[in-house]
């Protein structure tokens, strides 16, 4: 199934914003990550982490999300298909564990949240740092924009025989 | 039905032979494993937040109770 000209543009529109929005609210939250972590001031720390729950629930994980559906329907709906070339599979890999890591790993983050408005400035220094995952995170959202940029060459086995049999087909 | 090509084995495609994986989506793999070990053994060890995979369990309120008493 390839989807007409005008809807593909949509589509690919919709999944640039999804995609490029989850990658700069990434490095916004890191940098707040980084305040948190390395802030003496507990008003700044509260702040920070306020601020890393309220982007991770209401930004971050719908763009996520919002980059997954429409990187389903883009691929699905084009020739380059789901599981025909590498770096189309990579990118679907990459994107589905990115996002359960997301999902599993906010609700800590509310909870961390919570301590953190209830702590004192006294304990300031033992508070858990949160640079691990968006620092992993970052890492991998930059390797998927490498893959959509560059689209390396290499068509899987299943590609493959689809294009085997589309020729044959057509002959 | 009749249109369908009919090969002998998945390998037999008219002689013609199909491709290996390229280089480049081996190293890649190997990176995406590699970052998955490492997030795996980060968090077992502990390294990944001071924090256990219970926590990923959805278990907010454990998470809670447990800073909270570490503090």
């Known amino acids: ?23 700069g609210t990434v490095i916004a939250y890191l940098a707040l990550a980084f305040a948190a ?11 920070a982490w306020i601020a890393m729950e309220l982007t991770g629930w209401y930004v971050i994980v719908p763009l996520a999300i919002g980059s997954l559906l429409t990187g389903l329907i883009m691929s699905l709906g084009t020739p380059w298909g789901l599981f025909k ?5 990579f ?6 564990v990115s996002t359960l890591v ?21 304990n300031i220094g033992r508070l858990q740092r949160e640079l ?14 490498i893959l959509s940029v560059y689209k390396p060459r290499g068509m ?16 | 039905l009749n249109k369908l090509p009919n090969f002998k084995n998945e390998n037999d495609f008219n002689g013609e032979i199909p491709p290996g994986m390229p280089r480049w989506a081996k190293i890649t793999l190997i990176i995406i494993i590699a970052l998955i070990l490492l997030f795996g053994i980060m968090h077992l060890i502990g390294m990944g937040g001071k924090h256990s995979p219970m926590n990923h369990m959805g278990q907010r309120s454990l998470a809670a109770h447990t800073v909270a008493n570490k503090l």
């Open chain 1, 1 to 23: 199934m390839t989807m007409k000209p005008g809807i593909r543009k949509f589509s690919l529109t919709l999944h640039i914003t999804s995609s490029v929005g989850w990658l």
């Open chain 1, 37 to 47: 972590a390395t802030s003496k001031d507990i008003q700044t720390v509260r702040g």
């Open chain 1, 85 to 89: 070339h590498y770096w189309v599979l």
């Open chain 1, 91 to 96: 990118k679907l890999i990459l994107t589905v």
């Open chain 1, 102 to 122: 997301l999902l599993l790993h906010m609700p800590l983050v509310s909870s961390l949240a919570d301590v953190v408005a209830k702590t004192e400035s006294a």
């Open chain 1, 132 to 145: 691990f995952h968006p620092g992993v995170g970052l890492l991998i959202l930059l390797l998927i924009v």
């Open chain 1, 156 to 171: 899987t086995r299943y590609g493959w025989r689809k294009q085997h049999e589309i020729r044959k087909l057509s002959q």
